[in-house]
């Protein structure tokens, strides 16, 4: 994407509290109708980067541009973003339908078409009929909705949501998850999605930033992410990973291969950029990526091991491998396709093949 | 929830207990409307009649109705002025970071331990030593210190179950800094500020000890009816005045504390039903 389309931009933005760098140099550039999520654990500054863009923290240094126009002075209430908040801050003292009606006074319509406009939410936030509850007779995922609900009825051009479902049971977060990129699709609205849940990030973005102490270390799509990581802190946020240090070979125009310690000499379909001839690397495969089998194949790169350790998980198993060369045994996940399927070379030796495309080379820490 | 658990079994000893306290905290308190429509001046069984006359006695007595007229011209100012104190106090110790905040917190509520006796002592030292002369404004400051702790522990509740991310989210629904306050911060805290004046106002108009050291020519009610306990002739119309307070002070301090606690339960948003 060049800089051009982009929606929001954030420019080389830091944040001081006193002396504390909260957020470091980030620059990001967010398409319109982009669902953008910013994942990282957490104290890695994502409420602080969505708070100055709604305002509430003005950026040390830095510009943010929403819609080509600088928000360097805009104070929240004029900001074209409305944010659902971490615990939603439901007002207490309003029931359901002047919470979802609060932004609308200025609008100044008629009693009659502001309820309409209500009820057309809680039609769309499925809680039709809702409109003169308290506000403490909901639930959890009843208030998250209502500030969803609250927000999109004031039709902005970006929606900043801030861990909106980390409060909700496993169940109930899946059904939201489903349910927010459905209704992000109907509203056509730019989200900046907020979480620290990695595979929520995955299932619901175009796209990811992957966020550590303040610092943006990859922005890319959830399978870029998952299957190109760019470094080793954002391979191990995102899924399982295996990792073997190494040494890269370079041959001329012929590709390169890497010397690994436990899987070998590993002949690398395309030469990495980057890294010089003799560098000290690191190979990263995934736990999904591997094969066992009793026979050595014969068409896909392979070592032989032991099966050290296993460990049913219902829909697939992990199995714990232990190579030559290598202390920390591999990671192995396999799905369980057959119904009464014993673990492959439990008796004994085994294979461990990959293929040849899957390997990830990264720098050495 | 309806069953008795083991917790919340009925105690019969405790509830025997609580209603001997009650009967003997009240008792008296009851015997003062009762005495006050007996038609005879001594207090004492038995009853020898119904009759109005002690309060008719009252209605035409010009030094009740000044001590009366004193007494609200001291009231309403102090609970308004320890309300707005209170209210000053509870926002900046619940959102500024104040540092030895719990320090602070103990400072104002200094007062209540400590007998009113010793302030009033104090404060007449010092005033007289200042060359300050005695008068109502010297009683609403003995008053004040009084009331504040009182406004400050009403206020407190309020303003520490007020989430900041409730403005937040009316600043970024549009709202500025004066509609996010008249739409949000005011709604919430009113109850807290309608029961900090009705209760520092009934405080004030029943208060004896600051009064009694800090009045000048003119006097409050509760001095008034001092003044009267001297001349026995008159005690069946100081009771008739007691009863009145009574009558007066009891609902507007139970007013009070019903509307300082009314919807607290719904702020607390963490508490949510999931
Ligand atoms: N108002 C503040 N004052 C001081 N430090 C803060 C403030 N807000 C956040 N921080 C610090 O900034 C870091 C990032 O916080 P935050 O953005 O809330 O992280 P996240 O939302 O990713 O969990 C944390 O270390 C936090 O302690
Ligand atoms: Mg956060």
């Known amino acids: 994407m060049n800089g051009n389309d982009a929606y929001i931009s954030i420019r080389n933005v830091s944040k001081f509290f006193g002396t504390f760098q909260a957020i470091d140099d980030v620059s990001l550039d967010i398409a319109g109708g982009e669902f953008f999520s910013l994942l990282g654990a957490s104290g890695s500054g994502k409420t602080t980067l969505l ?8 950026a040390t240094q830095g510009d943010i541009f929403i819609d080509g126009q600088s928000m360097d002075s805009v104070p929240p209430n004029h900001r074209p973003v409305n944010t659902v908040f971490q615990n939603y801050a439901i007002f207490p003292h309003l029931n359901v339908r002047d919470n979802i009606a609060y932004g609308l006074r200025k609008a100044q319509l008629p009693r009659a078409k502001r309820y309409e ?3 057309e939410m809680l039609e769309l936030i499925k809680l039709p009929g809702y409109g003169t509850r308290k506000a403490h007779e909901l639930s959890g995922g009843q208030r998250q909705r209502i500030a969803l609900a609250r927000a999109l009825i004031l039709r902005p051009k970006v929606l900043l949501l801030d861990e909106p479902l980390g409060a909700l049971d496993k169940q109930l977060r899946e059904q939201m998850q489903l349910e927010l990129r459905l209704l992000q699709r109907k509203v056509g609205i730019t989200f900046v999605f907020v979480t620290h849940d990695q595979e929520e990030a995955l299932a619901l973005s175009d796209r990811i930033a992957v966020m550590q102490g303040g610092r943006v270390l990859q922005v890319d799509t959830p399978a870029g992410l998952y299957e190109s990581p760019n470094s080793r802190a954002v391979a191990s946020f995102i899924g399982n990973m295996n990792f073997f240090p190494g040494k890269l070979r370079r041959n001329g125009t012929a590709g390169a291969v890497v010397e690994t310690e436990g899987l070998g000499s590993l002949r690398l379909p395309q030469a990495p950029n980057g890294q010089p001839d003799g560098a000290r690397v690191q190979v990263a495969l995934r736990p999904e990526k591997f094969d066992l089998s009793v026979t050595k194949p014969d068409d896909r790169p392979s070592v032989e091991g032991r099966l050290a350790n296993a460990a049913y998980m219902g829909e697939r198993s992990h199995f714990y491998i232990a190579i030559d060369g290598r202390e920390e045994p591999v990671a192995v996940s396999a799905q369980n396709r057959l119904r009464f399927g014993a673990p492959p070379g439990s008796e004994g030796k085994l294979w461990l093949s990959w293929s040849a495309d899957a390997v990830v080379v990264l720098d050495a820490e | 929830m309806s069953a008795p658990t083991f917790l919340r079994r009925p105690n019969r000893v405790l509830s025997v207990y609580a209603i001997l306290f009650l009967v003997a905290l009240y008792f008296p308190i009851l015997l003062i409307p ?25 209605w035409d007595r010009q030094p ?3 001590s009366l007229w004193a007494s609200v011209k001291v009231g309403l100012p102090v609970s308004i002025l320890s309300t707005t104190l209170g209210v000053l106090a509870a926002r900046s110790i619940t959102r500024d970071r104040v540092p030895g905040r719990s320090a602070v917190v103990t400072f104002i509520m200094l007062p209540l331990v400590i007998p009113t006796l010793i302030f009033g002592v104090a404060l007449l030292a010092l005033l007289s030593r200042l060359g300050v002369p005695l008068s109502l404004y010297t009683v609403a400051f003995g008053h004040l210190i ?13 303003f520490e179950g007020f989430d900041r991310s409730l403005e937040q989210a009316s600043a970024d629904l549009g709202e500025n800094g004066w509609w996010t306050f008249w739409r949000v911060t005011f709604p919430l805290v009113m109850p807290g500020i309608v029961a900090s004046l009705l209760l520092t106002f009934t405080i004030s108009f029943d208060e004896f000890i600051m009064a009694f050291f800090l009045s000048g020519n003119e006097t409050t009610l509760p001095i008034y009816l001092w003044t009267q306990l001297r001349f026995p002739q008159q005690f069946p119309s100081v009771l008739a005045l007691a009863s009145l307070l009574i009558l ?4 507007l301090i139970l007013i009070g504390m019903w509307i300082s606690r009314l919807g607290l339960h719904e702020n607390t948003t963490k508490g949510a039903k999931t």
């Open chain 2, 34 to 58: 009762l005495f006050s429509f007996n038609d005879s001046i001594y207090v004492r069984f038995p009853l020898e009649g119904f009759t109005t006359e002690w309060f008719g006695q009252l």
């Open chain 1, 51 to 58: 708070s100055m863009l709604a305002g509430f923290e003005p």
């Open chain 2, 64 to 66: 009740v109705w000044d």
């Open chain 2, 248 to 251: 007066f002070s009891l609902p």
């Open chain 1, 117 to 119: 406009m209500v009820d």
């Open chain 2, 146 to 158: 009084v009331c504040l702790p009182f406004s400050v522990a009403t206020l407190l509740p309020r």
